[in-house]
């Protein structure tokens, strides 16, 4: 069992830059494939980033391709989603969700409760 708690989301101007982070507790989180989802208002939650066990070929949406970096750091359970020349579409809650493989839908087995990110003049 792992608990994700997500932190970082805030206001931002459009072209900023924001960094979340996960914090996880529990046990073999090194053993976890870890992801970041998000989630629009009225809209469905969607992919945004995916990395596995030992940080191989991350994967990420079409749409945060070259803006956002997903990375880990085993040693201190944490997960980071670095967001680069944010865009208004890119507002939405972050959550970021734990499996024991990668996917890109969300049947993850755990999630965190997700961080607000706004991005707006």
């Known amino acids: 069992q792992v608990q994700l708690v997500e932190s970082g989301g805030g206001l931002v101007h459009p072209g900023g830059s924001l960094k979340l982070t996960c914090t996880a507790s529990g046990r073999a989180f090194g053993s976890y494939a870890l992801a970041w989802f998000r989630q629009a208002r009225g809209k469905e939650r969607e992919f945004v980033a995916a990395?596995?066990?030992?940080?191989?070929?991350?994967e990420y949406a079409d749409s945060v391709k070259g803006r956002f970096t997903i990375t880990r750091n085993n040693a201190n359970n944490t997960l980071s989603l670095q967001m680069r020349s944010l865009k208004p579409e890119d507002t939405a809650v972050y959550y970021c969700?734990?499996?024991?493989?990668?996917?890109?839908?969300?049947?993850?087995?755990?999630w965190g409760q997700g961080t607000q990110v706004t991005v707006s003049s």
């Open positions: 969700a734990a499996n024991m493989v990668v996917v890109t839908t969300t049947a993850y087995d755990h």
């Open positions: 990395i596995n066990w030992n940080s191989e070929r991350p």
